[in-house]
Nanobody
Framework: QVQLVESGGGLVQPGGSLRLSCVASGIFLSIDVMGWYRQAPGKQRELVAVINTRGNTNYVDSVKGRFTISRDNAKNTVYLQMNSLKPEDTAVYYC??????????????WGQGTQVTVSS
């Protein structure tokens, strides 16, 4: 069974930084695109950043220049370094991974979410 487990969320003051991590565990063949999404209260879930196996990245405009996504393929881990945090970044952040299972099926997996709160 494949699982994504996030860590690193918490409470931070405006202008502060946090680093989120997400590890994929279980038995699978490979991981393609990995990414981070977020959902604020009363809003739809939105894409924050994605990264493919070659390290190519894409970000939502609101976080460009402040957030950096990276991955360690050997550790099946994706990171999100968040700097210059703003109150509007407050949300539950979810890890997502496109995984090729042992049944040769590409399946979308989600983590359980980690709360990020930016407040003074």
């Amino acid at each position: 069974q494949v699982q994504l487990v996030e860590s690193g969320g918490g409470l931070v003051q405006p202008g502060g930084s946090l680093r989120l991590s997400c590890v994929a565990s279980g038995i699978f063949l490979s991981i393609d695109v990995m990414g981070w999404y977020r959902q604020a209260p009363g809003k739809q879930r939105e894409l924050v950043a994605v990264i493919n196996t070659r390290g190519n990245t894409n970000y939502v405009d609101s976080v460009k220049g402040r957030f950096t996504i990276s991955r360690d393929n050997a550790k099946n881990t994706v990171y999100l370094q968040m700097n210059s945090l703003k109150p509007e970044d407050t949300a539950v952040y979810y890890c997502n991974a496109d995984i090729l299972t042992t049944l040769l099926r590409r399946t979308d997996y989600w983590g359980q979410g980690t709360q990020v709160t930016v407040s003074s």
